[in-house]
Nanobody
Framework: QVQLVESGGGLVQAGGSLRLSCAAS????????MGWFRQAPGKEREFVAA????????YYADSVKGRFTISRDNAKNTVYLQMNSLKPEDTAVYYC??????????????????WGQGTQVTVSS
């Protein structure tokens, strides 16, 4: 069983930055592919970014490419999402997810087995 706990959300003005963290339990975190997703009110959950177990491969949704950066620290069992140049349309609950069996990166919800409880990000205009 893998437990994921997100933190770092909050209220920020457009153009600002936030860094989300996702702390994972489990001795084999370094073997998990990790991803970030988000869900805005009234909308479906959507893919944001993913990173392979080693950190050597990353993948981003077009909407965040060039503004967001996903990274991980396997020694700390933590994955991060650095969000810069935030826009009001980035407002959502952000979730991290883990896939213990994936060698690369994944962008589909069904590919992930474990999910955190989410952290709210609100970007004001």
């Amino acid at each position: 069983q893998v437990q994921l706990v997100e933190s770092g959300g909050g209220l920020v003005q457009a153009g600002g930055s936030l860094r989300l963290s996702c702390a994972a339990s489990g001795r084999t975190f370094s073997s998990y592919a990790m991803g970030w997703f988000r869900q805005a009110p009234g909308k479906e959950r959507e893919f944001v970014a993913a990173i392979s177990w080693s950190g050597g491969s990353t993948y981003y949704a077009d909407s965040v490419k060039g503004r967001f950066t996903i990274s991980r620290d396997n020694a700390k069992n933590t994955v991060y999402l650095q969000m810069n140049s935030l826009k009001p349309e980035d407002t959502a609950v952000y979730y991290c997810a883990a896939d213990p069996f994936l060698a690369g990166t994944a962008s589909r919800i069904y590919e992930y087995d474990y999910w955190g409880q989410g952290t709210q990000v609100t970007v004001s205009s």
